[in-house]
C-alpha cells in the first residue's frame, strides 16, 4: 500500500469483506457511522485488521477523529509514509 488510491482500493475491500458492505456505498466521502452503519466494535476489527495489512497499529486516539473513508485513508497514509 503506497499511494492513497492504492489504500483506498485496499480499504474498499476490506470494508466489504469483513462488514458485507456493497462496494459502490464505500466512497471517500461516505461516513463511517452513519453511511456504512460501523460500530464501535467494527472500528476495532478494522484497526485489527490495517494492523494486520500494515505491521501498523493506528492509534486509537488518532482513530477517534476519523469519520469518513478517506479520514481512514490518509491516516494509514501517515502511518505507512511517517516522513510525508
Do not use: C, W
Not at 492504492?6 to 463511517?32: C, H, M, Q
Not at 457511522?33 to 493506528?58: C, F, M
Amino acid at each position: 500500500m503506497q499511494t492513497r488510491e492504492d489504500i483506498f482500493n485496499t480499504l474498499r475491500d476490506s470494508l466489504v469483506e469483513l462488514f458485507e458492505l456493497e462496494p459502490e456505498r464505500v466512497t471517500l466521502d461516505a461516513n463511517l457511522y452513519q453511511d456504512l452503519e460501523i460500530d464501535s466494535i467494527d472500528a476495532v476489527d478494522l484497526i485489527d485488521h490495517i494492523k494486520r495489512k500494515t505491521g501498523k497499529k493506528i492509534a486509537a486516539e488518532e482513530f477517534k477523529s476519523v469519520r469518513t473513508v478517506n479520514d481512514v485513508v490518509e491516516a494509514v497514509y501517515r502511518l505507512v509514509h511517517p516522513d510525508a
